[in-house]
């Protein structure tokens, strides 16, 4: 069962294991608009499958009128497009709760972007023609394992609706090159702008359906919910959130920074997965400034921004928010849920300047 831990606790020796596995992309990665493949954050459940690429197929079945079995090479001879993509695990922030749910234990790190190839996933399911009687679609990995007792494969499912957005992609090269074994090779699907648990990795079967799916991964997990007895409301987009390159040079092991004096250029970056980013602020020991905000091309990617900070010697403490277009600022104080999830509380980082 989900167990909850306090701060006080200290790190379970559970979590410790999972962050070994699941690493997440040093901040100072912002500085990239495209994650380099090694720095990507990544989030296993289970363990990373072994697939042959020359046997594996893709099925699509369920409420079709003609089921479809694709092999690699025929899904990487359909039209493909490349879009750079910000992926965010909807844990990212996790340890800031209090107390917090045992899992990966996410600082801020869980966040990177990387350029896909694919082909839409809407153009599959047109020439296998969906039927009327459909509501969802279910995309079903080829990890398994357990979770609260409960054995499975990595199943998520999405509304007919949602895949149609011609962004969703089936991808199959991550930068360039071939999707790596742990980004869910041969192939997986890409949601823009959900969180990342949505984009289903090592896909092997995609079934449409005629009723809501109630896999562990949809139905139990990936909820916001107050207690073990709250139904909850299903975790869907990422909420808008900036994030900066902490400035200076760190401490070992503390990691508290040190920056010298004068002029100094934060950087970071914004993203929302429901509206586009339309302001960002620094805060300096609590008075907000704003930022320059690089409006990106790219609607599913993030965007830079930057603030020229004069530095005064002294003890500081530097954030970052942004707001998106419908409104949306992040939060100041923790908006805590069961499983520490959709957490975008403003960042903060103290700083010592001499
Ligand atoms: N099959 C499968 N797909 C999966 C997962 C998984 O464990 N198994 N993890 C999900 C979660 S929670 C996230 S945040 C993203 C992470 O993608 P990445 O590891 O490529 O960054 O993959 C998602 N897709
Ligand atoms: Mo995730």
Known sequence: MTQLVSRAEGV????????TRNHG??????????????????????DIPEIDPSSWRLRITGCVKRGLELSLDDIRSRPATTIPVTLECAGNGRTAM????????WGLEAISTAAWTGTALVGILDDCGIRDEAVEVVFT???????????????????????????????????GGALPPQHGFPLRLLVPGWY????????????????????????????YQRDEADPGVPVSRIRVRALMIPPGMPDNPSRRRTVDAGAVVLRGRAWCGTSPVVRVEVGVDGVWHDAR????????????WSYTWDARPG????????????????????????????NNLIQEVPVTVR
């Not at 992309?25 to 289970?46: A, K």
């Not at 079967?205 to 990936?222: H, L």
């Not at 707001?323 to 923790?334: C, F, I, M, Y």
Request: include cysteine; proline fraction near 5%.
């Open 293 to 304: 905000l690089n409006r990106e091309p790219a609607e599913f990617a993030w965007c830079s």
């Open 98 to 105: 209090d107390p917090r749910n045992v899992g990966q234990p």
């Open 315 to 342: 003890a500081h403490r530097l954030s970052c928010r942004a707001t998106d277009a419908d409104g949306n600022v992040q939060p100041a104080e923790q908006i805590w849920n069961r499983l520490g999830l959709g």
């Open 141 to 175: 990995g080829a990890d398994r394992g357990i979770q609260d007792d409960v054995e499975h494969n990595y199943q998520r499912s999405l509304s007919i609706r949602e895949c149609r957005r011609p962004e969703v992609l089936l991808a199959y090269e991550m930068n």
């Open 25 to 46: 992309m040093q901040l100072e990665g912002m500085r990239y608009d495209i994650t380099p493949i090694g720095m990507h954050y990544l989030l296993i459940h289970f």
């Open 12 to 19: 379970r020796f559970d979590e410790l294991a999972l962050a």
């Open 196 to 223: 990342g648990m949505t984009s289903v990795k090592w896909l092997r079967n995609i079934e449409v359906v005629d009723r809501p799916f109630t896999g562990f991964q949809q139905a139990v997990n990936y909820r």
